[in-house]
């Protein structure tokens, strides 16, 4: 067989192995809790007889062998001649485990050469031999076939070397494979069906299996009467080494699985980029091209080129689930290995995620999992004792949202005992006791994450050595995530992790400082702000010797760019350009001199000499071919020490943001009007950006107005159509709409005014005018009744139910 052919096999065999021994073990498991049906113990029966007929095939022989016997067993299961055990589920499982670390030897060897369980054999054929028909007890041992006969009445052949053959290299090798010892192979492969397209054998006679054990040696020896229909004792896998098996049972394949429809889309766009591509080529020769046409054919290139884009970033989006399906086996290993009981709740397996995301929270998600049952749920006695039930419980929750994925991991555990955690930072060494009183309960959560922490009495199998949540922040934030926990003593734990659907082309802000441009992922962005003339010098305070700026009554830090980076000051610092940042769930301002534009960016690796500053997460080609540097929210946040705030500065801000919260309540409101309506306003909570898109953007979408916006369909409503005595037109025909992007819960809506006005501060007062449906009531502001807006009355008239449900 050609080589190449033969490792193009080898890696498909792999690849579907992998994926089948990952279905396996969640049909164990689910036979384990429920109650066995035909359909389950098929599929079960499908992935280890097409395992052992590909891998037989491949010579691949000791895969074979282990796997037939596996087989024997699963067969007696399906004609019902044994009856489902938590026995039987814990051998079966132990053979998923052998079967994965061949395959995992193959992977790395090229071999099935690796230290399987030496009595998971025995145990399998004891369990086979274990049977509960009386006619397969009492049945009669077949007669000698010529595929039974010993070993001693072979004849034996000598080996002959490749010298000595008229066969080239890789003929020999392929034909040293009948070179093997006979050990009494399975039924005939023609009856059996070869494994390669799931085929399912047909059922053999019931006098066939009673032989079987007999043609599986040299694997194990035969049984002996006295314990062949004994029970065997159930070998229980330690979750560090089956889980670990099982974590890395999918290490670097290269394949991955894309819908046909999603190539034939991309096939067709690579056939139009082709006809565009001709249209410039003639265009270019051409003398005095009209501008026109060149703007056509560069506007079609673009259209082509994202929609190209988009298809192929879907050909490397996953459903988490990939990554889901390993954790129920881990749930039941660590809690038989700790004597808990624990359920596994597992929504939305089928949020997608770029490969290479999940590949990078393969290892955090394993931690936490082990980490909630460890340290989480309680024993089944205590949590009776607490009036729960016996069973624990973990929920792990995926979802999309505001173009990240959020992931959740609930458990109703014991909850984080802070003073506990307290005590153990401290009895580590970790930070100073006078330090370990001063922190909030949130700095408090936040001190499991740190390197060496752990609760732990003992260190065991499952934890105690303080590598775990720590590897879980760090290994997040590489990929531009963040990690929060909250708790209820006693009730429980939640964490969530926010993380980035794709790190290959990013949507950024581009900012200028001192000359050079920098990017700035959008994921990290909350809003811009620009003060001018005195407003800027009257903005600036100072709270423990740093600069911060008061937005919405809250203390903002603020983080100077050429500071930090120690560049030049700017030429011009009359005006202040403030990018509002998120990071490790706290907010900061980002002084920059000038705010450019947003782009998608392709983000490049940085080179060795600049893989080591956290305050860059990479770096970009611009269109003009210059070089931008991405900037990493969180490293530049650690870097000014914004989030590392020592005790006496944190009860500063927290004092002075009290004492502003103690004052009277005041309200921001976005002022702005309608024709015929000259004041009106809205609350900014409910204004998540002010847009202005021309008019030639508008479009239709399911019998709306909408508009495309950052890759989504926006859909508008005109204000001015709900509101009583506002006139139908809101602006000119050729001029731009003024829009305020109306968000909650994952849904937006853009709202059509016509002049927006200002931004204010004011004390509510809110006297109720008449009952004009879309208005709340009216207010004196600067001077003049002002009425205020009521969003949730207007998308209801609207028919704008899903947003006003949210």
């Not at 499982?93 to 670390?101: G, I, T, Y």
């Not at 020769?285 to 026109?292: E, F, G, K, L, S």
Request: with cysteine.
């Amino acid at each position: 067989m050609n080589t190449d052919l033969q490792q193009q096999f080898i890696r498909d065999l792999l690849t579907e192995s992998f994926e089948g021994l990952d279905r396996y073990d969640q049909a164990i498991l689910h036979l384990e809790q429920h109650t066995a049906g035909d359909d389950t113990l098929n599929d079960i029966f499908r992935v280890v007889h097409t395992l052992k007929g590909t891998a037989g095939c491949l010579g691949f022989h000791q895969i074979t062998k282990i796997a037939h016997v596996g087989e024997n067993l699963l067969d007696a299961l399906r004609n019902q001649q044994l009856a489902f055990s938590p026995n039987i589920a814990a051998v079966l499982l132990r053979l998923s485990d052998a079967l994965r670390s061949l395959l995992q030897a193959i992977e790395t060897t090229g071999r099935d050469e690796a230290a399987v369980d030496p009595d998971l054999v025995t145990d399998l054929e004891a369990l086979r031999n274990t049977l509960t028909s009386p006619a397969e007890k009492s049945a009669p041992p077949p007669s000698v076939s010529g595929n039974s006969l010993p070993a001693s009445a072979l004849p034996t052949f000598e080996s002959v070397s490749p010298a000595d053959l008229p066969l080239s290299a890789d003929e020999f090798a392929a034909a040293s494979l009948l070179n093997q010892p006979a050990a009494t192979p399975p039924a005939p492969a023609f009856n059996q069906g070869w494994g390669l397209f799931d085929d399912e054998p047909a059922p053999a006679p019931t006098a066939a299996p009673a032989a079987t054990p007999a043609t599986t040696a040299p694997v194990a020896s035969a049984t002996t009467p006295a314990t062949a229909h004994t029970t065997p004792a159930v070998h229980t896998t330690s979750p560090s080494s089956s889980s670990a098996a099982h974590a890395s049972s999918h290490t670097n394949h290269s394949t991955v699985r894309v819908d046909v429809a999603l190539l034939d889309k991309l096939m067709n766009l690579v056939g139009e980029l082709v006809l565009s591509r001709n249209q410039l080529v003639q265009l270019s020769q051409t003398r005095n091209v009209a501008p026109r046409a060149l703007n056509d054919v560069a506007q079609r290139f673009n259209l082509i080129t994202s929609e190209l884009q988009e298809g192929v970033m879907k050909t490397r989006m996953q459903p988490i689930g990939g990554v889901w399906g390993k954790f129920p086996r881990i749930v039941r290993d660590v809690a038989r290995e700790l004597g808990k009981q624990v359920r596994l709740e597992m929504v939305g397996a089928t949020t997608e995620l770029d490969r290479t995301v999940i590949e990078s929270i393969r290892d955090p998600l394993t931690h936490i999992i082990r980490n909630s049952i460890d340290h989480g749920i309680e024993s089944p006695e205590r949590r009776l004792a607490a009036g729960k039930s016996a069973e624990g419980h973990i929920l792990m929750r995926a979802y999309h949202e505001g173009g990240q994925v959020n992931i959740e991991i609930i458990d109703d555990g014991a909850g984080l005992n802070l003073a506990r955690i307290r005590q153990k930072a401290v009895e580590k060494n970790l930070i100073s006791a006078a330090d370990a009183a001063a922190l909030s309960d949130r700095e408090a959560t936040n001190l499991i994450f740190l390197p060496g922490f752990s609760t732990a009495e003992k260190i065991t199998n499952v934890s105690g050595r303080g590598v775990g949540m720590d590897v879980v922040k760090t290994n997040i934030e590489k990929i531009g995530g963040s990690v929060d926990v909250s708790s209820t003593l006693g009730q429980g734990t939640t964490l969530k992790i926010k993380i980035p659907l794709t790190l290959a082309i990013v949507p950024a802000l581009i900012v200028r400082a001192s000359g050079e441009r920098f990017a700035i992922p959008q994921v990290s962005l909350l809003e811009l702000l620009r003060l001018e003339g005195q407003a800027a010098a009257d903005a600036l305070e100072k709270v423990y010797d740093s600069p911060v700026f008061r937005l919405r009554g809250n203390l903002l830090p603020l983080v100077f760019l050429h500071r930090e980076l120690k560049l030049k000051p700017p030429a011009d610092d009359t005006a202040l350009n403030i990018v509002v940042l998120q990071a490790d769930q706290r907010s900061f301002g980002l002084v920059v001199d000038a705010v450019c534009d947003t782009e998608e960016i392709v983000v490049k690796p940085l080179g060795k000499h600049l893989k080591g500053l956290p305050i860059y997460a990479g770096a970009t080609i611009m269109g003009d071919g210059r070089v931008a540097l991405i900037l990493d929210a969180l490293g530049l946040a650690q870097h000014a020490r914004v989030l590392s705030e020592n005790p006496d500065r944190a009860r500063t801000f927290a004092a002075t943001e009290n004492a502003a919260a103690s004052s009277a309540a005041r309200s921001q409101l976005l002022l702005f009007s309608l024709p015929g309506r000259p004041r009106l306003a809205l609350p900014l909570d409910q204004a998540a950006r002010l847009e202005e898109f021309p008019a030639s953007a508008v479009e239709s979408s399911a019998g709306r107005e909408a508009v495309q916006y950052r890759g989504q369909i926006l859909p508008l409503l005109r204000l001015a159509r709900f509101l009583p005595g506002s006139s139908a037109a809101t602006s000119d025909a050729d001029g731009p709409l003024r829009v305020i992007v109306y968000r909650k819960s994952g849904h937006s809506v853009g709202i059509i005014v016509g002049q927006i006005h200002d931004i204010i501060e004011h004390t509510l007062d809110l006297q109720p005018g008449s009952q004009t449906s879309g208005l709340l009531g009216s207010t004196v502001v600067q001077g003049k009744i002002t009425d205020l807006v009521d969003v949730a009355a207007v998308l209801q008239a609207a028919g704008f139910t899903s947003v006003r449900a949210a």
